[in-house]
T-cell receptor, first 115, second 111 residues
Framework: NAGVMQNPRHLVRRRGQEARLRCSPMKGHSHVYWYRQLPEEGLKFMVY????????ESGMPKERFSAEFPKEGPSILRIQQVVRGDSAAYFCASSLRSSSNQPQHFGDGTRLSIL | QKEVEQNSGPLSVPEGAIASLNCTYSDRGSQSFFWYRQYSGKSPELIMF????GDKEDGRFTAQLNKASQYVSLLIRDSQPSDSATYLCAVNVGNFNKFYFGSGTKLNVKP
């Protein structure tokens, strides 16, 4: 499967725990984007990364959220000390280049539920 | 004002009719415009993208862009029940490939 791969598909955490969401971009893509989607809403941009670099994190909450895209391995979105309001679907997308006309291709998402 | 606005719907059309989905955006510097389809509980799937004023056709789908009016639309001809989904408009703003999404329009195609 050469598409964007996200895991896990579903993640349940208790308040105060940490959540780690993983994303492997499409083959050949080195640009990764994370979005959050609440029920009945559109996708909200969180962060844009290239290998080993955070390019734009203007959509990331200032606390508890972090993202990385190491030289080897998937991109990771980490949420520390989760709260009920973090419950959402988190989608990862990738593109071939960063120019403005590049489509983004999405993974199946991780549905995060906070108990 | 939201960067990208869509009517949430639902928009109901009979099978075989033309469905017209609309989207407006606020940033005049926006350069690229994308339509995604999202079935309930699934990931967004790219349908079309358009960069230049005018129409772009791909099978039953036509995207229309009017930069002067800051308006982009998606027409679906010969609508099928399988087209029933939420349609998301995405606009690229700025130098990087950062998308702003509308909240989506829910389309129901009735058999």
């Amino acid at each position: 499967n050469a598409g964007v791969m996200q895991n896990p598909r579903h993640l349940v955490r208790r308040r105060g725990q940490e959540a780690r969401l993983r994303c492997s971009p499409m083959k050949g893509h080195s640009h990764v984007y994370w979005y959050r989607q609440l029920p009945e809403e559109g996708l909200k941009f969180m962060v844009y990364l290239q290998k080993e670099n955070i390019i734009d994190e203007s959509g990331m909450p200032k606390e508890r959220f972090s993202a990385e895209f190491p030289k080897e391995g998937p991109s990771i979105l980490r949420i520390q000390q989760v709260v009920r309001g973090d419950s959402a679907a988190y989608f990862c997308a990738s593109s071939l280049r960063s120019s403005s006309n590049q489509p983004q291709h999405f993974g199946d998402g991780t549905r995060l539920s906070i108990l | 004002q939201k960067e990208v606005e869509q009517n949430s719907g639902p928009l109901s059309v009979p099978e075989g009719a033309i469905a017209s989905l609309n989207c407006t955006y606020s940033d005049r510097g926006s350069q690229s415009f994308f339509w995604y389809r999202q079935y309930s509980g699934k990931s967004p799937e790219l349908i079309m993208f358009i960069y230049s004023n005018g129409d772009k056709e791909d099978g039953r789908f036509t995207a229309q862009l009017n930069k002067a009016s800051q308006y982009v639309s998606l027409l679906i001809r010969d609508s099928q029940p399988s087209d029933s989904a939420t349609y998301l408009c995405a606009v690229n703003v700025g130098n990087f490939n950062k998308f702003y999404f509308g909240s989506g329009t829910k389309l129901n195609v009735k058999p």
